[in-house]
């Protein structure tokens, strides 16, 4: 059984930064990609980034150039740096992981992610 477990979360001010962790276990972190989704109160659950086994990034059009997501195989960890943060971007984050095979138009479904953490929650005070 895979476990998530996603940290990182909290408040900050609109403009600011935070870095999300997801540490995985299993030993076999490395073959899989990984992926964060953020959910706000009463919508939909909704794709962030997502990074390949082998560091291929992708990600949602409203976070490219604020956000990136980067791994560490070596301790079974992905991350999402966000930058420039606004109200608009808080919600509950959670980190996923998906297959083997990579194809950015596949990695924004949910339905393509088998284990998923527990979430952490970001707040953005304007």
């Known amino acids: 059984q895979v476990q998530l477990v996603e940290s990182g979360g909290g408040l900050v001010q609109a403009g600011g930064s935070l870095r999300l962790s997801c540490a995985a276990s299993?030993?076999?972190?490395?073959?899989?990609?990984m992926g964060w989704f953020r959910q706000a109160p009463g919508k939909e659950r909704d794709f962030v980034a997502a990074?390949?086994?082998?560091?291929?990034?992708y990600y949602a059009d409203s976070m490219k150039g604020r956000f990136t997501i980067s791994r560490d195989n070596a301790k079974n960890t992905v991350y999402l740096q966000m930058n420039s943060l606004n109200p608009e971007d808080a919600a509950v984050y959670y980190c996923?992981?998906?297959?083997?095979?990579?194809?950015?138009?596949?990695?924004?479904?949910?339905?393509?992610?088998?284990?998923w953490g527990q979430g952490t929650q970001v707040t953005v005070s304007s």
């Open positions: 996923a992981r998906g297959g083997s095979d990579w194809s950015p138009s596949l990695t924004r479904l949910q339905e393509s992610y088998d284990y």
């Open positions: 299993g030993r076999t972190f490395s073959r899989y990609n």
């Open positions: 990074i390949s086994w082998s560091k291929n990034t």
